[in-house]
Each structure stands twice: as structure tokens, then as C-alpha cells.
Nanobody, 127 residues
Framework: KVQLMESGGGSVEAGGSLRLSCLVV????????MRWYRKAPEDECEYVSS???????DYIDSVKGRFTISADNSKNTVYLQMNNLKPEDTGVYYC?????????????????????WGRGTQVTVFS
């Protein structure tokens, strides 16, 4: 059975840091990129970052220079280090694999075409 389990969320003052983890059970990273998305209450699901099988990283402009994605294949875990957090980073953060979803609408997504998703971890940044 495939499971993705996010952890590491919390409430932090603006300028602070959090490190999110996503433990994956049921598949490895050898043939998929891994992605992070986020969903704020008033916004659509937003793609945040990804790391591919070769370790190539991608970020949306609003988090470049502040967030770092990484993967530990030995632990089957993906991380998102988030520094200099801002109130607009607030939302539920989801990790996903085997998905080509570019964002929009609701998340998490379900169904074969959307891959595998975790249940999310809440990040709240207060000023």
C-alpha cells in the first residue's frame, strides 16, 4: 500500500524556519519526481517545489532563495527546508509523487492521473 506522510508543520513567527518531511512507503524515488504543494483557505492549490530522480530542483519564484527541497533515498524521505517564512506562506503543505499536476483548484488530489498524495501538514506564519 502506498502512503505519503508529511510532518514538521507548525506555527512560527515571520522570519522563522520550519523543515517539512515526507516519508514515502510503497515506492521509491527512482522513477518519479517528488513535489510539494500548498493550499491556503482562500487560494487554489499551488505547486511549490519539486526534485527529480537526478536531484534537479525546481521552485516557484516566491520561494526561491528561501526554500530548499532535498531527498534522502536511504530513508525514502523528501524534505522542504523553509527559511525566512512569510505570512503568505501559510497553508496546508502536501507532498506528492507520480504526478504531473501543475496546480490549481483543490488539493490534495485523488485518482490515478494525479498520482499519490499525503494528507498534508499545516504551516502557519504569523506577523
Amino acid at each position: 500500500k502506498v502512503q505519503l506522510m508529511e510532518s514538521g508543520g507548525g506555527s512560527v513567527e515571520a522570519g522563522g524556519s520550519l523543515r517539512l518531511s515526507c516519508l514515502v512507503v510503497g515506492f521509491t524515488f527512482e522513477d518519479t519526481d517528488m513535489r510539494w504543494y500548498r493550499k491556503a483557505p482562500e487560494d487554489e492549490c499551488e505547486y511549490v517545489s519539486s526534485i527529480d530522480e537526478d536531484g534537479n530542483e525546481d521552485y516557484i519564484d516566491s520561494v526561491k532563495g528561501r526554500f530548499t527541497i532535498s531527498a534522502d533515498n536511504s530513508k525514502n524521505t523528501v524534505y522542504l527546508q523553509m527559511n525566512n517564512l512569510k505570512p503568505e506562506d501559510t497553508g496546508v503543505y502536501y507532498c506528492a509523487g507520480h504526478t504531473g499536476f501543475s496546480g490549481g483548484g483543490l488539493c490534495p488530489r485523488s485518482g490515478e492521473s494525479f498520482g499519490y498524495w499525503g494528507r498534508g501538514t499545516q504551516v502557519t506564519v504569523f506577523s
